[in-house]
């Protein structure tokens, strides 16, 4: 998995190519912003949470907005041992 991932604004799609040509590799991934809003619809919070943690560790909104890409790094992965 690799450790850098540039996330590019869907309105941005030349951009997209080009961080695609000059920066994807086997460390480093890029990708379109998949996100098309809040998916939660209701006014209230559901019933319980399932989720033990919030998985966002960085808010990028802002940055795809203005710029219209972010680089984020990821965390690596915690093997577990039985």
Do not use: C, N
Not at 27 to 39: A, C, M, N, P, S
């Amino acid at each position: 998995m690799a450790d850098l991932l540039f996330i590019v604004s869907r309105t941005e799609p030349k951009r997209y190519m080009y961080l695609k040509y000059v920066y994807a590799d086997e460390r480093r991934d890029v990708i379109l912003d998949r996100r098309q809003g809040e998916r939660r619809r209701g006014q209230g919070q559901p019933p319980t949470e399932r989720r033990h943690g919030e998985r966002r560790h960085r808010e990028t909104t802002r940055e795809l907005q203005s710029h219209g890409w972010t680089l984020v790094r990821r965390q690596a992965e915690v093997s577990r041992q039985l």
